[in-house]
């Protein structure tokens, strides 16, 4: 299900219409969901609270040393195995944790759970490291846990949810809501941007369609790492 990043108030004051103007707000409401979804899209990301299961990859294993009595001469030094992975939920949930489990063959199950003590998680750049040898196996690992924005009393996430991806949404749903005239339709020129009769001499037919460009420029940092090696 997705949840609008945005209040309709908040949309109508970026686009401009007064709050008592309600003749288009069913429209708005519409663009506001399909802005979200595009901007879900572009990020391969979903936004809104949920529960993620992550398969990682462990074709890739980094060696490690590890001095027990600190860095001294009569220190004992042993060699073990280290992976680091990106999680690719947004947001991770600290207070909720993770279940990890690691099965070569991938059947998962409460045999199969990793001691909290052979992994670390930073919940603030979601990076995750495995600290013990695994087989190498294309889904053998398994990072169960919660991310995404908590939504507020009105259904939406604006009330958590981070400027920039604010208004991005801002920015989508007002450029929706000007495209949205049926004569701007398949135009990469707006009519009214050079005048009502050179609009369709200047624009062009077939345009692609996605994000505009001040959407997809702060929606960049958001994206969906590749699932597998961080």
């Not at 099965?103 to 979601?126: C, M, N, Q, S, Y």
Request: proline share 3%; net charge negative.
């Amino acid at each position: 299900m997705t949840r609008p990043l945005i209040t309709l108030a908040e949309a109508k004051e970026f686009i401009e219409l007064r709050p008592n103007n309600v003749q288009h707000d069913a429209v708005i409401e519409g663009l506001i969901l399909a802005a979200t979804e595009e901007l879900e899209q572009a990020t391969r990301r979903r936004f809104d609270r949920h529960e993620i299961t992550d398969d990682f990859d462990t074709r890739h294993t980094y060696q490690t040393d590890v001095d027990l009595l600190g860095c001294s001469e009569s220190g004992t030094v042993v060699r073990s195995s280290r992976q680091t992975f990106t999680l690719t939920g947004l947001f991770p949930d600290q207070t909720e944790g993770a279940q990890v489990f690691y099965d070569p063959k991938g059947a998962f199950g409460p045999d199969t759970e990793v001691d909290g003590a052979l992994f670390r998680i930073d919940w603030v750049t979601g990076k995750f490291d495995l600290l013990r040898g695994t087989i190498q196996t294309v889904r053998g690992l398994r990072v169960v846990y919660t991310a995404g924005i908590e939504p507020d009393n009105e259904g939406t996430l604006s009330g958590t949810a981070p400027d920039a991806l604010k208004l991005a949404c801002k920015f989508q749903t007002a450029f929706l809501f000007k495209r949205h005239r049926a004569d701007n339709v398949g135009l990469t020129v707006d009519r009214g941007v050079v005048s009502e009769k050179t609009a369709v001499a200047t624009g062009r037919w077939n345009v692609s369609t996605g994000l505009c460009r001040e959407a997809q420029g702060l929606v960049r940092r958001f994206r969906m790492p590749i699932l597998g090696r961080g």
